[in-house]
């Protein structure tokens, strides 16, 4: 079916051939998520999941004519008066995204309710988004992330760690943008989001507080459709009279449609593009997340932007003194992370899953035990395994440029008894304990973590007083250098009957 439709309404001229399913998810156990939608990597819609929500209760008033609910301006701008918020006119593009202004909520709200009630609005289409709100108001409770979701690495290390160390990279205001992957969006009738992939080629998921949202997803099959023939510029707009001698292939493509509703969340899989409108006033709460089953797609994404970089730098090799980092820090700067930030990542990761896995194996020393949480730190490491495999035969880690890397990248990931005794990487190994614990039983009856304080142990479920993982790690490998030793310890602590 194919229907047309103006750049920011609710139809598209793209040909549509099937609707995203739609599954209760009070009745859909965690191993079936995962086996029919995330390792798969497509699309559903989850319902069922949000009646508990403070913010389905709070942020919602009765509308005029009795029949809807529709978003409360008035108690989000008094409760929430935050003085610096993204917002994107959705009737003006920049490059490649809207343009983008900063104003208050206070401000953004009076807007939106002025466009709404007179005649003589100036045309613009206001929509928040990327409002990092759990960071900013973290002592109110609007929302918990379903269970499905709660396996989320990019935001269980971004609130332990940052995302860059070089101290030319991580300045104050990147450090801002990049605190956590967890928004809120706001937008009236007829608000939108042009075509895209999400940040890193990571999953989401977004929940509607209020109102209906349509979505056109393109498999990552036939994203190259979307690309001119250089590949390098994709599809704005669906809704536009795409040019064909630009975009050669953009009629080949095929979509999945979906029309959420209030209440409903949707998950969306690494590496499909898709746009969305709002066909009515809309709240949402979005991630961006990724864990063991999409981090090859975060990898392959690096990599292909690091390319990029180097390409377009290529003619000054010969003159620059440190060409490579070069190419780091502009990779860092294009796509929001770099490959030295990825290692310290997926090291740290790894460690956490070696040590967690170390426990659930002996069951008389650990407080949480199964062999499906088992099997989630194997694969884990597998996936960590895999991608780190890769890595080495990058120009990035060749012993020549391994000396250049920066003290601070170096002393991230090098020293495995140090990071260890960092309160950060505790930090991270709680979240990754209470979110196995989570997904193993529910929030009913969750382990009581212990406090980690005794000698030799880091992991909050060990019952064992004198515990030794990390002994028994270090025997493995005591110094990461690079990915080869990360894919030696992986090797050495999976084969030794973990």
């Known amino acids: 079916m194919a229907a047309d439709g103006g750049g920011g309404g609710g139809c598209s001229r793209v040909k549509v051939v099937g609707q995203v399913e739609r599954v209760d998810g009070g009745s859909l156990t965690y191993a079936e998520f995962v086996d029919r939608f995330m390792r798969p990597n497509l699309p559903v819609v989850l319902t069922g999941l949000t009646s508990s929500w403070r913010s389905c209760r709070d942020w919602m008033r009765a509308a005029a004519d009795g029949h809807r609910r529709v978003p409360d301006l008035d108690f989000l701008a008094r409760t929430f008066p935050s003085p610096l918020l993204q917002v994107a006119d959705c009737s003006s593009r920049e490059f490649s995204d809207q343009k983008r202004l900063e104003m208050s909520m206070r401000e953004f709200v009076d807007q939106w309710v002025g466009n709404s009630s007179s005649a003589s609005s100036d045309g613009s289409l206001l929509y928040l988004k990327d409002w990092h709100f759990v960071k900013e108001y973290p002592s109110y409770v609007a929302y918990t992330t379903p269970t499905f979701f709660a396996d989320d690495w990019l935001n269980m290390y971004l609130d332990s760690h940052p995302i860059h160390r070089d101290s030319d990279i991580a300045n104050h205001k990147n450090e801002i943008n990049c605190s956590d992957y967890r928004f809120v969006y ?9 075509l895209h992939a999400d940040v890193f080629r990571s999953y989401s998921w977004s929940a509607n507080v209020c109102g209906r949202k349509q979505w056109l997803f393109l498999p990552p099959s036939q994203s190259h459709f979307i690309f001119d023939r250089n590949l390098r510029s994709s599809v704005y707009n669906i809704n536009d009279d795409v040019s064909e001698k630009q975009f050669p292939e953009f009629n080949n493509t095929e979509w999945l449609e979906c029309i959420q509703e209030q209440n409903e969340i949707i998950f969306v899989p690494s590496g499909w593009y898709h746009q969305v ?23 392959n994404l690096l990599h292909e932007d690091y390319k990029v970089a180097k390409e377009y ?25 770099n490959f030295y930030d990825f290692f310290v990542f997926i090291t740290r990761f790894a460690l956490a899953n070696i040590i967690e896995l170390y426990h659930i194996q002996k069951p008389k020393e650990t407080a949480l035990s199964s062999a499906e949480t088992s099997n989630h730190f194997v694969y884990n490491l597998t996936s960590v395994h895999n991608v780190a495999s890769k890595m080495i035969s990058t120009e990035a880690f060749d012993p020549e440029n391994m000396c250049t890397i920066s003290e601070q990248n170096q002393s991230a990931f090098s020293d495995i008894i140090k990071i260890l005794e960092e309160e950060s990487f505790r930090r991270l190994l ?7 614990d989570f997904i193993g039983r529910g929030q009913r009856n969750c382990v009581k973590m212990k406090d980690s304080n005794q000698k030799g142990c880091l992991s909050m479920t060990c019952l064992k007083s004198d515990c030794n993982v990390v002994g028994h790690i270090t025997s493995f490998v005591r110094v990461i250098h690079g990915p080869v030793d990360l894919v030696m310890l992986i090797d050495n ?6």
């Not at 706001?186 to 042009?194: D, L, N, R, S, V």
Request: net charge negative.
């Open 493 to 498: 602590a999976l084969s030794d009957g973990l």
């Open 186 to 194: 706001m937008g009236a009738k007829g608000t939108w989001t042009p």
């Open 277 to 299: 409108h709002n066909l009515e006033d809309t709240i949402s709460i979005n991630h961006n997340w990724f864990n063991g089953y999409n981090l090859h797609w975060v990898w």
């Open 313 to 337: 730098i290529e003619d000054i090799r010969n003159i620059c003194d440190d060409f490579e980092g070069l190419c780091q820090r502009n990779l860092a700067a294009n796509t929001g992370m």
């Open 430 to 436: 709680v979240a990754l304990s209470k979110a196995y």
